[in-house]
């Protein structure tokens, strides 16, 4: 059974739009959830990871909220650009060190159009 | 820069091939990791090493093997390769006790 959902599943968006994705997930322990940003053909690229309960953070047009109590976490991004689209994936980790295992969420497909 | 390198980047084999991608990594990480992303999957986790010659399977090990001899570098092996594992191989690296990944590019095989 996939421990992380992720939705929606794509996305199709403006130039200067805002958009957010959600990441639903089953796994525990939680110890922290990144995202990533897959550009296609590419590997994967953290933008930022939540380890709190309530952690907010925010890195550029990127910002990202965790709600451990009800295993949640949102990924806003403000004033899409072109080079915004990607697939971007949720991912949990079940531990703070490289002995844990991380938990993949299928990815949200963002397109940004002109 | 601090990377992780794979290669080839695309492969094409017959069924019954051995097939085998290498992976580098200039960081000097300690835990090196291979995954397999399918369409409408998350990342699978085949194997990882925690150093030399320290390797255990992940979630998906069957039909693959994988060799450390350096700390630099991360071998997936795949003895006579089948259709169903037609995919897109991840390699990646972390600190042991850093949560911080860094992924290669991706190997994309297909087995005919």
């Known amino acids: 059974k996939t421990q992380v959902e992720q939705s929606p599943q794509s996305l199709v968006v403006r130039q200067g739009e805002n958009c957010v994705l959600q990441c639903n997930y089953s796994v525990t322990p939680d110890n922290h959830l990144r995202w990533f940003k897959q550009d296609t053909g590419k590997g994967l690229v953290s933008l930022t990871v939540l380890v709190h309960e309530n952690d907010k953070t925010s890195n550029g047009r990127y910002s990202a909220t965790l709600d451990k109590d009800a295993k949640h976490s949102t990924l806003h991004i403000t004033a899409t650009l072109l080079d915004d689209t990607a697939t971007y994936i949720c991912v949990v980790g079940d531990r703070g060190s490289a002995l844990g295992r991380l938990h993949f969420g299928a990815g949200t497909q963002l397109i940004v159009i002109p | 820069d601090m990377k992780v390198t794979q290669m080839p980047r695309y492969l094409i084999k017959r069924m019954g091939e051995n097939v085998l991608l290498e992976c580098g990594q200039d960081?000097?990480?300690?835990?090196m990791y291979w995954y397999r992303q399918d369409p409408g999957l998350g990342l699978q986790l085949i194997y990882i090493s925690y150093d030399v010659d320290s390797n255990s399977e992940g979630d998906i090990p069957k039909g693959y093997r994988v060799s450390r001899k350096k700390r630099e570098h991360f071998s997936l092996i795949l003895d006579s390769a089948k259709t169903n594992q037609t995919s897109v191989y991840f390699c990646a690296s972390s600190l042991r006790e850093n949560s911080d990944y860094t992924f290669g590019s991706g190997t994309r095989l297909l087995v005919i």
């Open positions: 960081m000097s990480h300690e835990t």
